[in-house]
């Protein structure tokens, strides 16, 4: 059973920085995707960034190109998502998620497998 669990979320101002961890069990993570989300109330789940396990292709959605960072490490089965220069904007609960396999859309929530809790990060002006 694959479980994530996220932390590091917060409350934060404008311009701040948060880095978000999502430790995965389980499994023994080779092709798959790790993926974050976000989500606000009334809205669907948002892509945020992905990264492979084996080959580190990484995918950054628009509007955190240049502000978000997501990484890897696959010793502790850990993925980071380093955002800098908070934005309100960003203010969501923000989800990890894993897509097993090499087969689907890494922007589209549909296609992951299992997802964390969420961690709620508020961004204030």
């Known amino acids: 059973q694959v479980q994530l669990v996220e932390s590091g979320g917060g409350l934060v101002q404008a311009g701040d920085s948060l880095r978000l961890s999502c430790a995965a069990s389980?499994?023994?993570?080779?092709?798959?995707?790790m993926g974050w989300f976000r989500q606000t109330p009334g809205k669907e789940r948002e892509f945020v960034a992905a990264?492979?396990?084996?080959?580190?292709?990484?995918y950054y959605a628009d509007p955190v190109k240049g502000r978000f960072t997501i990484s890897r490490d696959n010793a502790k089965n850990t993925v980071y998502l380093q955002m800098n220069s908070l934005k309100p904007d960003d203010t969501a609960v923000y989800y990890c998620?894993?897509?097993?396999?090499?087969?689907?859309?890494?922007?589209?929530?549909?296609?992951?497998?299992?997802w964390g809790q969420g961690t709620q990060v508020t961004v204030s002006s």
């Open positions: 998620a894993v897509r097993l396999g090499r087969i689907g859309s890494v922007y589209s929530s549909l296609w992951y497998d299992y």
């Open positions: 389980g499994r023994t993570f080779s092709s798959d995707v």
């Open positions: 990264i492979t396990w084996s080959g580190g292709n990484i």
